[in-house]
């Protein structure tokens, strides 16, 4: 087998697991009032247990930093991955409230080891072709996300037990995961050994910069998945139906933007596509917060998702660039800060909303994502090319987006 055939293999994949992972946390976030049904869980019980998977998440993914020191992040991935799925099918399949406790609490355990070991592949595997796709990865995720939400719907439109709903999924995408797991491709370096050279004095505050603008960017994420409906109702004044559209928007948006994203970066470079991506955004909650209706309300809330949905996936490839000798410690670390932004959006939002207002509220996300305007440097060289020869050609103007210097 050629190399080329090994990446194009690993590549494909990854891009599945990707899209795997995305149909999963849908299935899951957007069912969250059948959960709560099925279980019995009050209102004000409900916070701790969404809380509960983003922070055990988290400790998952300091976990995975050192787990990957000792085996590969494919290894970590091949297994995670159906453990994910296998929580979500325990999630629907309990009666009793200790059940759920224990599906959602393994399921965020898994899902952190799972993003970190994926994103970490998606770096490596990055580096390893020469060129941006770190986004079309994300891109397959969005993808399964609008997949994965249009099931919960069809299961809630048809009243389908949590069970009954999961079951399909985790059929047919389990077997699939497990088939293309021996497919993913590691660091040159064999996985662990990537780690070999240690974390660099001061790589923490390196690396900040980048954790500041992995919070934010899921910070405004967050507003718009637990409010743009809310808002878009009781502020705006749109019908019940009509407030249901913005988050589909949005992440429709969001999947075309990443499909077509790492062609901007090849061509502009990551840190014009990110300061880009970071004004459209801004504009986008800026258009929410003045909105006169409804109907221009759905456009900020599109900008929105042009306008993030680049960030986040070149956060990871920067964070890779910036450590090209301990990318997968520097990955670990940067998803930590996914969830962080997670879980303080929502609860940030609507405490400033309930105290003030909701187009107050508004402006906060806008402020924090404009924080990446003054940490654009740290996505790397505008011009900087990669020393690999891998898909390169005589004059290409591929632009450097995880290899190399640190470049802030």
Not at 26 to 44: C, E, H, K, M
Not at 200 to 215: I, Q, Y
Request: one cysteine or more; glycine letters at 14%; a positive charge.
């Amino acid at each position: 087998m050629t190399v080329d055939v090994r990446l194009r293999r690993g590549r494909g994949a990854l891009g599945f697991g990707f899209f795997a992972q995305g149909v999963a946390f849908a299935l899951l976030v957007t069912r969250i009032p059948a959960i709560q049904d099925q279980y019995g869980i009050s209102d004000g019980l409900l916070p701790a247990f969404l809380a509960a998977v983003p922070i055990l998440a988290g400790v998952s993914s300091v976990a995975t930093e050192h787990l990957v020191k000792r085996i590969a992040p494919s290894t970590v991935l091949r297994w995670a991955q159906p453990v994910v799925l296998l929580a979500l099918l325990g999630v629907g399949a309990g009666t009793r409230m200790w059940h759920v406790a224990v599906a959602l609490g393994v399921f965020g355990l898994a899902v952190g080891a799972l993003d970190a070991s994926m994103n970490m592949l998606g770096v490596s595997l990055q580096r390893a072709y020469g060129r941006s796709i770190m986004l079309g990865f994300h891109a397959a995720y969005s993808l399964g996300g609008i997949l994965g939400a249009s099931a919960a719907w069809a299961g809630a439109h048809w009243h389908l037990a949590l069970f009954t709903g999961y079951l399909p999924a985790v059929v047919v995408l389990l077997p699939m995961v497990l088939a293309g797991s021996r497919f993913y491709v590691d660091a040159a370096a064999g996985g662990a050994g990537e780690a070999a050279e240690g974390w660099p004095a001061g790589g923490g505050k390196l690396l900040l910069p980048l954790c500041l603008v992995m919070a934010c960017a899921y910070i405004g994420d967050s507003t718009v998945a637990n409010w743009s409906a809310k808002y878009l109702q009781d502020v705006l004044g749109s019908s019940e139906q009509l407030a249901t559209v913005p988050y589909n928007v949005y992440m429709v948006t969001t999947l075309i933007g990443r499909a077509v994203g790492d062609l901007g970066v090849r061509r502009f470079g990551a840190v014009a596509v990110v300061r880009s991506g970071t004004v459209v955004a801004a504009g986008g909650f800026a258009v929410v917060a003045a909105a006169p209706g409804a109907w221009t309300g759905m456009l900020g809330f599109t900008l929105l998702g042009i306008g993030l949905c680049v960030i986040v996936p070149q956060t990871f490839a920067a964070a890779g660039r910036l450590f090209p000798g301990a990318s997968d410690t520097a990955v670990a670390r940067l998803n930590i800060f996914n969830y962080v932004g997670f879980l303080i959006g929502s609860p940030l939002v609507g405490g400033i909303g309930d105290a003030w207002s909701y187009r107050g509220a508004m402006v906060v996300p806008m402020l924090l994502v404009l924080v990446t305007l003054s940490q654009a440097r740290s996505f790397g060289p505008q011009r900087a090319r990669y020393g690999v020869g891998h898909e390169r050609r005589a004059g290409d103007r591929a632009v450097d987006v995880g290899r190399g210097g640190n470049g802030v």
